[in-house]
């Protein structure tokens, strides 16, 4: 029993995987509230293990709330909020923080168990390592996305944001294919079929629109432009060209999210492109097919829930909702790309 899970497959380290994956999402969807509270300026330093504490005292509550009256998001934004409501946004972010510390403690810890015990595959330990290195990436990235607003900007710049995120759906859609891999032991055979392209090109369109969609996130571009499928009355928004090319892409109200929806169409026919052609050919096991096909009605659904959370003026409940189901939709990617490599 011991040789085999050493040599081939381990369930305990799937599992140990996909509530890491779990993990990663639940940090992904704070993150979001975090930034649609306009929370993650309100700790002004970065102190991984210090800051794992928050303050205990009514002093060292006084200390934090001064050092974010310094910042221009407090001076040009939020001058005049009490210490109750600065409390409010500090708990947002502190928890998207500990969040982090926490995901870094169930990788960690288990992580050297499974592997004194020798029990993660062998050609699965060398990802593991990488993907813990990615994961201690993701926090350094962080505190660069967080200290773009603590002297010039009154948030974080969104092309940092867009990193960021981005980064943390990697690092979830990698863990799902790792923990699939030592579920299910190394493939005895791969399937030749162009359907591993296409299935990996479904990812990267995927992933593309997340980058848009924080793009959108980080300008609060869904807060302009709330109807559909005009954006106020045109097709075109009238204010797209910011300050030359990186201006419009990255801070243009206007053009990102213009991006993001014309990216939203694209993807849509994608998949349902695929989950009609997937269901006529043989190429596709019927365990992927149903894969590609809950793909495709995560992926309506998202499309609606993103109408809806614009037209709403992007309430907190909903953009989290909207994030979250983002993540769904690459998880599903992720299996069904995994799945159609293998006969």
């Given at each position: 029993?011991?040789?085999?899970?050493?040599?081939?497959?381990?369930?305990?380290?799937?599992?140990?995987?996909?509530?890491?994956?779990?993990?990663?999402?639940?940090?992904?969807?704070?993150?979001?509230?975090?930034?649609?509270?306009?929370?993650?300026?309100?700790?002004?330093?970065?102190?991984?293990?210090t800051g794992a504490l928050p303050p205990m005292s009514d002093g060292h509550w006084e200390s934090e709330f001064a050092k974010y009256r310094e910042i221009p998001q407090?001076?040009?934004?939020?001058?005049?909020?009490?210490?109750?409501?600065?409390?409010?946004?500090?708990?947002?972010?502190?928890?998207?923080?500990?969040?982090?510390?926490?995901?870094?403690?169930?990788?960690?810890?288990?992580?050297?168990?499974?592997?004194?015990?020798?029990?993660?595959?062998?050609?699965?330990?060398?990802?593991?390592?990488?993907?813990?290195?990615?994961?201690?990436?993701?926090?350094?990235?962080?505190?660069?996305?967080?200290?773009?607003?603590?002297?010039?900007?009154?948030?974080?710049?969104?092309?940092?944001?867009?990193?960021?995120?981005?980064?943390?759906?990697?690092?979830?859609?990698?863990?799902?294919?790792?923990?699939?891999?030592?579920?299910?032991?190394?493939?005895?055979?791969?399937?030749?079929?162009?359907?591993?392209?296409?299935?990996?090109?479904?990812?990267?369109?995927?992933?593309?629109?997340?980058?848009?969609?924080?793009?959108?996130?980080?300008?609060?571009?869904?807060?302009v432009y709330n109807d559909w499928p005009l954006m106020n009355g045109t097709l075109f928004p009238r204010d797209y060209a910011g300050d030359g090319l990186w201006g419009?892409?990255?801070?243009?109200?206007?053009?990102?999210?213009?991006?993001?929806?014309?990216m939203g169409y694209v993807l849509t026919a994608a998949v349902i492109w695929m989950a009609i052609s997937a269901r006529r050919t043989n190429y596709v096991p019927s365990?992927?097919?149903?894969?590609?096909?809950?793909?495709?009605?995560?992926?309506?659904?998202?499309?609606?829930?993103?109408?809806?959370?614009?037209?709403?003026?992007?309430?907190?409940?909903?953009?989290?909702?909207?994030?979250?189901?983002?993540?769904?939709?690459?998880?599903?990617?992720?299996?069904?790309?995994?799945?159609?490599?293998?006969?």
């Amino acid at each position: 029993m011991t040789s085999f899970l050493r040599s081939d497959r381990s369930t305990p380290v799937a599992i140990w995987l996909s509530i890491v994956a779990a993990l990663v999402l639940l940090m992904v969807v704070v993150g979001g509230a975090t930034r649609l509270t306009d929370s993650g300026l309100s700790i002004t330093e970065w102190r991984p293990v210090t800051g794992a504490l928050p303050p205990m005292s009514d002093g060292h509550w006084e200390s934090e709330f001064a050092k974010y009256r310094e910042i221009p998001q407090y001076q040009l934004v939020n001058r005049g909020m009490s210490l109750d409501e600065f409390k409010v946004i500090y708990w947002w972010e502190w928890a998207h923080r500990f969040l982090g510390r926490l995901v870094g403690l169930v990788y960690a810890l288990p992580f050297v168990y499974f592997l004194v015990r020798k029990e993660i595959p062998r050609r699965l330990i060398l990802r593991c390592v990488g993907l813990f290195a990615l994961g201690g990436l993701q926090g350094a990235i962080g505190w660069w996305m967080v200290s773009s607003g603590l002297s010039e900007r009154v948030s974080v710049a969104p092309e940092r944001l867009m990193v960021h995120l981005g980064l943390a759906f990697i690092l979830f859609s990698a863990l799902i294919w790792t923990a699939l891999d030592a579920w299910r032991g190394e493939a005895r055979q791969s399937l030749p079929s162009p359907w591993s392209g296409l299935a990996l090109g479904l990812m990267g369109l995927i992933f593309l629109q997340i980058l848009l969609g924080a793009l959108v996130a980080g300008n609060d571009a869904g807060r302009v432009y709330n109807d559909w499928p005009l954006m106020n009355g045109t097709l075109f928004p009238r204010d797209y060209a910011g300050d030359g090319l990186w201006g419009t892409i990255a801070h243009s109200q206007g053009a990102v999210q213009l991006h993001h929806r014309l990216m939203g169409y694209v993807l849509t026919a994608a998949v349902i492109w695929m989950a009609i052609s997937a269901r006529r050919t043989n190429y596709v096991p019927s365990s992927a097919k149903r894969l590609m096909m809950a793909t495709t009605h995560a992926t309506l659904l998202q499309v609606v829930l993103g109408i809806a959370t614009l037209m709403l003026v992007a309430p907190l409940w909903l953009s989290m909702i909207h994030q979250f189901l983002a993540a769904v939709v690459l998880g599903l990617a992720t299996a069904f790309a995994w799945r159609i490599r293998r006969v």
